[in-house]
């Protein structure tokens, strides 16, 4: 947010954003055992937390790392009408298996535009607008994340290159403005639900994420789903 960022673009970017860790503790979970480490972001005061495997990742082989924005609903509520609480669980259950890390991204509700303002567009949507133009209607950005502290926590974990558990290029430009080399994408396809198909395929169609929806493609597209369950292993 500096207006040296104007001027030199890309290197302003990488100035570091200043965030502060705290000690590494365990964290035995249903998905596995983990430790975890809280991080604050000196600008904004929001706290994050890592959540990382003790297991070994493969030398030789970038980390696997999932940014997870916070959503009440569904990653606390197992709310359907998104997918975040199965994504969680899903990427918590791999990052156990193959190592890695998560890092719970707070303040990011609604793709950053807060808890109250989701369920306000979660209002529009139940008349009939779709999960972008719900947005637009309340006159909130898309997408209002930024990625700035999540790069700089990266960096400080010693995490520059990494395999990023997630379906929204977007998110992997993002991170690259912030410094941190995406070396992989890694998709977390869970299946769709009735409850959430809409939201999935405006998230496919309208935003670019890199999801298959299954059962709801054409014949055709068998191919794909085939690639991405290959892509898994
Ligand atoms: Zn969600």
Redesign the pocket.
């Known amino acids: 947010m500096t207006t040296s960022t104007k001027h030199d673009g890309g290197s302003a970017a990488r100035a570091p954003h200043p965030v502060s860790g705290g000690p590494i503790v365990q964290l035995p979970t249903a998905f596995g055992e983990f430790v975890a480490q809280a991080w604050t972001d000196l600008v904004t005061g929001v706290e994050h937390l890592a959540v990382s495997s003790p297991v070994a990742h493969r030398p030789g082989r970038a980390p696997l790392v999932r940014l997870h924005s916070e959503?009440l609903?569904?990653?606390v509520f197992g709310?359907y009408?998104?997918?975040?609480?199965e994504q969680l669980a899903y990427a918590l259950e791999l990052i156990a298996e193959e190592g890695g890390t998560l890092l719970y991204l707070r303040g990011q509700e609604g793709r950053g535009i807060g808890l109250a303002n989701k369920i306000k567009a979660y209002a529009l949507q139940e008349a009939g607008f779709d999960t972008v133009e719900a947005n637009e209607q309340l006159g909130l950005p898309v997408d209002a994340r930024c990625y700035k502290a999540a790069a700089q926590i990266l960096a400080e974990m010693g995490l520059h290159e990494i395999r990023l558990l997630s379906n929204n290029p977007d998110k992997q430009n993002r991170l690259a403005q912030a410094g941190v080399k995406v070396v992989e994408m890694v998709p977390t396809e869970v299946p769709s639900r009735e409850q959430n198909l809409r939201y999935l395929q405006t998230k496919k169609n309208r935003m670019d994420h890199r999801l298959t929806l299954g059962e709801t493609e054409p014949a055709g597209s068998h191919a794909i789903a085939t690639t991405f369950e290959h892509e898994q292993d």
């Open positions: 959503c609903t569904g990653d709310s009408r998104c997918d975040c609480g």
